[in-house]
């Protein structure tokens, strides 16, 4: 059983920085494309960042591309989200998924879930 553990959430002022990091568990974790996804209150969990098993291929919703970046280090089993020039639209649960697939924007594509960590970004 895949077990995704996220941490790093917390809250920070308008223009602060994060880094949230997901450990995975039970599984080999390079087999996996890892996402981020986030959900507001009242909001549909929406997409953040995907990156490739093992060439570091990237890909980043619009509303976070040039401030966000997806990385992981297969050898520690972590994906990582650095979060840079927070804005209070930011503020969600953050989760980390694991796919067996091609992986993608669609949270359909995803097998794995962590439970998430909590970003709030004050103005």
């Known amino acids: 059983q895949v077990q995704l553990i996220e941490s790093g959430g917390g809250l920070v002022q308008a223009g602060g920085s994060l880094r949230l990091s997901c450990v995975a568990s039970?599984?080999?974790?390079?087999?996996?494309?890892m996402g981020w996804f986030r959900q507001a209150p009242g909001k549909e969990r929406e997409f953040v960042a995907t990156i490739s098993r093992s060439d570091g291929e990237m890909r980043q919703a619009d509303s976070v591309r040039g401030r966000f970046t997806i990385s992981r280090d297969n050898a520690e089993n972590t994906v990582y989200l650095q979060m840079n020039n927070l804005q209070p639209e930011d503020s969600a649960v953050y989760y980390c998924a694991a796919s067996q697939r091609t992986g993608s924007s669609l949270k359909e594509e995803y097998n794995y879930w962590g439970r998430g960590t909590q970003v709030t970004v004050s103005s």
């Open positions: 039970g599984t080999t974790f390079n087999k996996y494309v």
